[in-house]
């Protein structure tokens, strides 16, 4: 996610120069003709072009704002990860206690298997996080966006869960490894503890209830990120658009030659040149901000920053067991202060 107050202008430029070539190789093709060749009939007219360019522009609405609709979805169910994790860990904190215990622990005792629940928890968030980070099909995967995931430390990587090993026990960490969604069954160990919690009586049975609830709310979270990430947007409204956007951009040099030739100023029809280029920028861009904004989890500039959202977490649940030796926040990567 960029953090800044807008994209500069030149980083826009530079993030969809590729286009730009093309344009000015597909859009000066026929101003050439038209000049050189004396082919005239080159300069169809305008009319038609602009129908199919507010068909183009219609559809271009509907896919952004279904792309719109998939990332603040992303950002508002991770805010509700952000509360659910505080609510879970100061319950966790406060239910676990000597109160209808049948064998007293003592306070480290208790502190123990408390620290231990939240942990636990942080663990839940970097395997969720890491989940959604694994690459999809759809998803963009060229050399930019790579050089990105790694410059961030957000890459796949084959033994990334190893770095849960510090949040769990030995024998819950091969558990998990012969699991395949071990965020799911993290949440699965976590009942477990609290049912053991339970019948040993360091939490009662409301208490109990209400954690259990507490861990369906983060199961249901979890099942939401997981459509977002896991159902793309579809792919025959992508690809319709898509092929939609580039037969209106290529024939709008021909609509352009139409409105510039002047038999007294012939000159004049070179200004169809930049006219047509900056209202193809403006087509292709939008048709990359739905493009870009579409996969909220695959780690790039417009994503939910959920890498630094876990680590925020973390800090802020393990500071309210008093803890001081924490983790840094994850601090913005690039020249352009992107959060991932």
Known sequence: MFIGKRFPFWGTVNWSKKYIFIFLIIDIIPILLFIFLDWSWLAIPWQPIALIGIAVSFYLGFKNNSSYDRLWEARKIWGGIVNASRTFTIMSRDFITNEFAKEKLSEKELDTIIKSVVYRHVAWLKALTYQLRLPKPWEHSGAMEES????????????????????????????????????????????????????????????????????????????KSERIKNFPFPRQYATVNFIFVWIFLVLLPFGMLNIFKDVDHLYTIWLALPFTMLVSWVFILMEMIGEYSENPFEGLYNDVPISSMARSIEIDIRQMLDETELPNPIDPVGKYKIML
């Open 148 to 223: 990105l995931r790694k410059e961030s430390g957000i890459h796949h990587e084959v033994n990334q869960f190893e770095k849960i090993k510090p949040y769990i026990s030995s024998d819950e960490y091969k558990y998990l490894m012969t699991k395949g969604n071990k965020a799911s069954h993290l949440l699965s160990l976590q009942s477990k503890e609290l049912l053991k919690l339970k019948l040993d009586g360091q939490i009662d049975d409301f208490r109990h209830m209400e954690l259990e609830k507490m861990l369906g709310e983060l199961y249901s979270l979890q099942g």
